[in-house]
């Protein structure tokens, strides 16, 4: 059974500690979502359930009837230190403490180890959980290419938005090519921000992605290649191509029928990758 506002509030308390906003603490207190969150998870006893910010565990207590293991990823040492005491009669609890990325674009070695070995074990490893705001957008994209299959996490509506925008947009950059070409990507629904304690100023969204990889070994250096583009997202693209360093950049985009002046923040997630690979797979400088 998922916690109240006030189980929660009591919790923190027995540790001695409070919502941190360096860390994008905001707990849910809505206790029907907590069970759609986790029901969206598609979880199985043979899965590895992967949950970032647990923090007091609302959450866990209900991926820990689903799930063979859940393996909880928590920074806030004196919430890790609760964790440990709440759930030490779990067998399939297990607690890494630290932060899940080791940098912008790394995950911590001890979870890309879990990861990995589950993985090779054959074991289905799916993410579910409600995501410091923080983190969440580089996180997701190194869990994908991790090879996490599913991914069912709340973030802020604006992210949200970004993950599943259409060419063209506003809400469209390199986070956008990046989800849509490693996974299939749904906005599932809007959360109030009445959901969580303390109440964030902004919407959430609980967004669910299967990793459906077209970019393999090549996400990496696509990864930077998208990155310079949209550096010069409102330039023609020939003209952000030259200056990447791409010198028959006008030619090379015409053989591709691709309109020399369109704007690089125009082209598809498909579109993108073709002109990558065209250019022979390697960053721009």
């Avoid at 909880?72 to 899940?100: H, M, P, T």
């Avoid at 309109?259 to 073709?274: I, V, Y």
């Amino acid at each position: 059974m998922s916690q109240t506002k006030q189980q929660i509030q009591a919790l923190l308390a027995e540790a001695a500690s409070s919502p941190r906003h360096r860390f994008g603490q905001n707990f849910m207190i809505d206790r029907n979502l907590v069970g759609v969150i986790a029901d969206s998870g598609q979880l199985q006893k043979s899965d590895l359930a992967i949950e970032v910010g647990p923090g007091t565990g609302t959450l866990t207590e209900e991926l820990l009837v689903r799930a063979g293991e859940v393996l909880a990823v928590e920074i806030d040492r004196d919430l890790a230190a609760l964790l440990r005491r709440y759930f030490a009669a779990k067998s399939n609890f297990r607690l890494l403490e630290g932060d899940a990325l080791a940098g912008k674009h790394r995950l911590n070695p001890e979870l890309e180890a879990v990861i990995i070995e589950a993985k090779r074990q054959g074991r289905p490893v799916k993410l579910v959980a409600n995501l410091p705001y923080n983190i969440a957008s580089p996180l997701v994209i190194e869990l994908l290419i991790c090879g996490v299959e599913h991914l069912a996490f709340t973030v802020q509506k604006e992210v949200a938005f970004r993950l599943k925008a259409q060419a063209g947009s506003d809400d469209y950059g390199p986070l956008t090519v990046m989800a849509q070409l490693l996974a299939e990507v749904r906005v599932d629904r809007i959360l109030p921000a009445q959901a969580f304690w303390p109440a964030p100023k902004i919407e959430s969204a609980l967004v669910l992605m299967k990793r459906n990889d077209r970019l393999g070994e090549d996400a990496r250096p696509f990864g930077q290649f998208v990155q310079t583009l949209f550096a010069s997202r409102r330039k023609m693209l020939r003209k952000a191509l030259q200056q990447a360093g791409y010198e028959d950049a006008e030619g090379l985009l015409q053989s591709l029928a691709i309109d020399p002046q369109q704007r690089p923040e125009m082209l598809a997630p498909g579109e993108l990758l073709r002109l990558y690979r065209e250019m022979g797979g390697r960053p721009l400088e």
